[in-house]
């Protein structure tokens, strides 16, 4: 089985509590924890689409990923808007952790499935998108594309995007023309909370099928992709 949660928003420190965006995230992580260890098996794989941590440090970020690395599964992780914490690919793969793969302009392989990724970005039409933002959408733009292409000859793939890949009017940005590039079958991504699940596109388009897995909007429980 793969399954599909973003947004866990774990904060071991307790200095970030999430129910500002509602009851339904008050003890969050706890029924998080609960859903996952009564659904995931050890031979499953877990996609973890960005904003895992609050932490600002990887040191403190360690505490985080190491309870998610004693859940069951195998776990792949992408960046998200919140994770201040994220290093490059040597310094997060020398912590002590066993089954946290994450991706960085890289994939992996899972049953001949290919999964590859990227944070993404806000879209072109959103309001206030400046030239920063561009230089970001683009530098995502092109860590996708490394990712996608570095997967190879494959059964499957599936991308794993923080960032919904549509405008604010619900159609195709440029990371969909990319996953469509290279063939992708399943896209997953989170980011949208509370009023932003307005926001949420869940269809085939271009072939392939989204999917929105914010922890919220899956009722914390892992979404089955596959």
């Known amino acids: 089985m793969i399954y599909g949660i973003g947004d866990l928003h774990l904060d071991y420190s307790k200095e970030k509590p999430m129910d500002i965006f509602g009851d339904n995230w008050i003890n969050h992580e706890e029924e998080i924890f609960k859903n996952w260890e009564a659904q995931v098996k050890d031979e ?16 403190k970020a360690y505490y985080d990923l190491k309870r998610i690395d004693v859940l069951p599964g195998r776990k792949i992780i992408t960046k998200g808007n919140h994770d201040y914490w994220w290093q490059g690919l040597k310094k997060m ?3 002590d952790l066993n089954t946290i793969t994450f991706l960085q302009n890289n994939s992996y392989i899972y ?71 290279y063939r992708v079958d399943i896209c997953i991504y989170g980011h949208l909370h509370s009023e932003g699940h307005k926001f949420v596109v869940e269809d085939i388009i ?21």
């Open 44 to 59: 499953d794989l877990i996609l973890l689409p960005g904003d895992i941590s609050w932490a600002l440090k990887l040191d």
């Open 111 to 181: 049953n001949n499935i290919g999964i590859g990724g990227s944070r993404g970005w806000a879209a072109e039409d959103t309001e206030d998108f400046d030239s920063q933002d561009e230089k970001i959408f683009n530098r995502e733009l092109n860590r996708l594309e490394l990712s996608l292409a570095s997967i190879g000859k494959v059964d499957m793939k599936i991308a794993m995007l923080h960032y919904p890949p549509f405008n604010m009017d619900g159609t195709p940005n440029r990371f969909v023309h990319i996953l469509e590039k």
């Open 93 to 95: 793969n020398a912590l």
């Open 206 to 226: 271009h072939g392939i099928q989204f999917y929105c897995v914010s922890s919220d909007y899956i009722n914390f429980i892992p979404k089955i992709i596959i």
